[in-house]
């Protein structure tokens, strides 16, 4: 009942400039896994308060199972590369009754168009909602940045 789901590609909803610099293309990506949506962000739609004080990479894990229908929500940031140059995917949602594993990465943005990338870098926020539907909601939630582990909880 595994199913891979390979999310790499967003919907350009903004080429606004902040600043005097270019704002990477914001979107959302709906999928649906085992009877679960996902619904992939590359921002935060509410509060971010990771549980150690600013660590570079962090995620956490916020519930709301009581709800109709139930949902999770992972709101993160991963370190990598210059903001302008990289974004972050959501590479791997697999679902099954005992875990929930959510697998990011960054790579090189092949919507920007602007000049040479600088190497410094930059958190790239990130929220993935989860809800419910058909699927019951498993025991655990296991996001991974990369081959990192940084959040396994129980739900």
């Known amino acids: 009942m595994r199913r891979r789901a390979l999310l790499a590609t967003a919907a350009a909803v903004s080429t606004a400039s902040l600043a005097g610099c270019p704002t990477p293309p914001w979107g959302e990506i709906p999928e649906r896994i085992d009877g679960a949506e996902v619904t992939f962000r590359r921002e935060h739609t509410g509060e971010f308060d990771p549980d150690e004080p600013d660590p570079n990479e962090a ?12 949902r999770v929500t992972v709101r993160g940031r991963l370190l990598d ?12 949602s697999d679902l099954d009754a005992d875990r ?56």
């Open 81 to 92: 590369g210059s903001r302008d140059c990289y974004r972050v995917d959501l590479v791997e």
């Open 59 to 70: 995620a956490v894990l916020l519930r709301a199972v009581d709800a109709e229908p139930p």
């Open 100 to 155: 929930l594993l959510l697998r990011l990465t960054t790579e090189d943005d092949p919507d920007w168009d602007g000049g040479p990338c600088s190497d410094i870098g930059q958190t790239h926020p990130y929220e993935v909602a989860i809800t419910f539907v058909e699927a019951s909601v498993p025991e655990r939630v296991a996001v991974r940045h990369g081959d990192e582990t940084v959040v396994d909880e129980q739900v």
